[in-house]
């Protein structure tokens, strides 16, 4: 008879919706979330007998993410995150790591105590790890959409048989940025990190994406000092220049139609000189 042995394993809540107001004089703070949380252990009976006895139901886990945005606040989403890991690990024994990973999507305030507008596409984000190897934290942010309608260039690639795609000495640069950074200890304040990013797109003439992410990623780094690794994943978002010969009509890089697919993906990690890179923690399966 053929054996088998149980893998890594986890389990955990996954995506628990959180919205909390903070009543103020001076006008109400909206926090909008969406926390997962997956838990490893000593959680091999339940999956080879059906045993719970270790198992902290994930019914559980939610109401934690609720009770502790009522009893300590959300001060940012790296520490809320890190407080919910943290209490897993400490109070059930069985529980030995655990991984918190949050998504905030940002509202506006209109001006008014008590109104604000969503903002769609971009997302704040925050993974924490935390176990033997201690507190691990990574900020980050997705969809962040940027575009120059010049400065960008690509040209002296490698062609052969299959190969279409002319030359350009000026073309539409259009991506949406997902990238996440890792600060030396703790984490580090999302807004400088942010600003390093859309600066570099904006003032950096590219003559390849990947060109354009090393600038993105060594600008955040240069501008936060405990930063010492930057993760980037920018989509190619393709804008082609329209033939309008058919119609008697030309077309000096005015007129386009964006492609959502396929995409170019270009994806790389900006690191400090001699960096000391925690031993990367794997979750995913």
Sequence with gaps: MPTFELGPNQYGKAETRLVRVERAAGGDRLTDLNVSVALRGDLAASHLTGDNAAVLPTDTQKNTVYAFAREFGIASIEAFAARLAEHFVATQPTIHEAKVTIEQYPWQSL???HAFR?????????????????????SGITGLVLLKTTDSEFHGY?????TTLPETRDRVLATSVDATWRAAEGFT???PARAALVEAFADT????LQQTLFAMGSRV??????VVEVKLSLPNRHHFLVDLAPFGLDNPNEVYYAADRPYGLIEGVVRRDGAVIPEE?????
């Design 205 to 208: 003439y590219s003559l390849a």
């Design 118 to 138: 969503r903002d769609a596409s971009e997302i704040r984000t925050a993974t924490v790890h935390h176990g033997h190897y201690g507190t691990q934290v990574v």
């Design 189 to 191: 304040d999302p807004g």
């Design 281 to 285: 923690v794997v979750w995913s399966f």
């Design 158 to 162: 490698i062609k052969d048989r299959y």
């Design 111 to 113: 001006g008014t105590r």
């Design 221 to 226: 780094l240069l501008r936060c000092p405990d």
